[in-house]
């Protein structure tokens, strides 16, 4: 992901971003840099991302310099860590 991402720039997040490097990118943008092509829809990419063990978070809001303030998926539980 880090390779795929170098040099790159996030487009704006939609209602998930996916942390690389300390930086909030969309999940499909990620699948699109890292695969070359297009997820589906939001929730195929945070599943292949998850798979790959990265977090998904859902920005609830920005703070006034445009920052998102995130908050972390609720914990899985052991059949979703499974699937």
Not at 48 to 73: D, M, N, W
Request: charged share 15%; hydrophobic share 40%; net charge positive.
């Amino acid at each position: 992901m880090f390779l795929a991402t170098y040099g790159q720039q996030p487009i704006e997040l939609g209602k998930y971003g996916t942390s690389v490097n300390g930086v909030l990118w969309p999940p499909k943008q990620l699948i699109r840099l890292t695969l070359g092509t297009d997820a589906d829809n939001s929730h195929d990419a945070i599943r292949a991302l998850s798979r790959l063990g990265h977090v998904t978070y859902e920005p609830t809001k920005l703070t006034a310099a445009g920052l998102p303030i995130v908050r972390a998926p609720p914990a899985l539980t052991a059949r979703q860590q499974r699937a």
